[in-house]
């Protein structure tokens, strides 16, 4: 999955939200898309380790997830003051799992959902590669590739910005000092209490 690469740090802005969430909003396709961009791949993750899914399967609860949240505008409720938007969208993905399991066993195959394109996501060779030998539950694997996506994005905007002032070969030289504790920093943030 391509890194998402924007003007701002990529954590989960509430704004961002709500411009997903109001269908009258001029930015709602672009909110949703960043959210798509940032949440895609731990939940690519989440779905095939609480589902034990196969790729394909996981890609198809993928995009049904994201379209059934983008027609019925679920990320509009959530609550700030009830905890994190990651947290939300756990308990949303838990519920469209069990949902899909009743459906699935009522109806055997077909719905005449629309097939949504998610190229570039390479989930499959990514889970294969960096998750075989992981031993997490699927909600600390959840939060720990998050984390790591956040972290990336925020190299890539590093990274751009420096390329914008001219100061390439000094971010490179730098990339290796800021990266060294990344997997020590997930972890730890897997660790922490999630609220």
């Known amino acids: 999955m391509p890194i998402p690469r924007s003007a701002s740090f990529p954590t989960t802005r509430w704004t961002r939200i709500v411009h997903a969430s109001d269908p009258t909003h001029p930015r709602t396709q672009a909110a949703f898309a960043e959210l798509f961009q940032l949440y895609a791949y731990p939940i690519y993750t989440f779905l095939r380790r ?17 379209l059934y949240a983008y027609e019925h505008r679920t990320f509009g409720k959530a609550d700030r003051e009830k905890g994190r938007f990651r947290t939300f969208v756990q308990g949303c993905v838990e519920n469209f799992l069990i949902d899909e399991h009743r459906y699935a066993a009522a109806a055997k195959r077909g719905g005449g959902v629309p097939h949504i394109d998610i190229n570039g996501l390479e989930a499959d060779a990514r889970y294969a590669t960096e998750l075989a030998d992981m031993n997490l539950s699927p909600e600390k694997l959840f939060e720990w590739k998050l984390a790591l996506e956040i972290f990336n994005g925020a190299m890539a905007e590093l990274e751009s910005e420096a390329a914008d002032e001219s100061k390439s070969a000094i971010f490179a030289a730098l990339r290796e000092y800021l990266q060294a504790d990344v997997g020590r920093w997930a972890k730890a943030t897997v660790r922490s209490p999630c609220g």
């Open 50 to 66: 609480k589902s034990g899914c196969g790729h394909e399967k996981a890609e198809d609860l993928l995009q049904e997830f994201f």
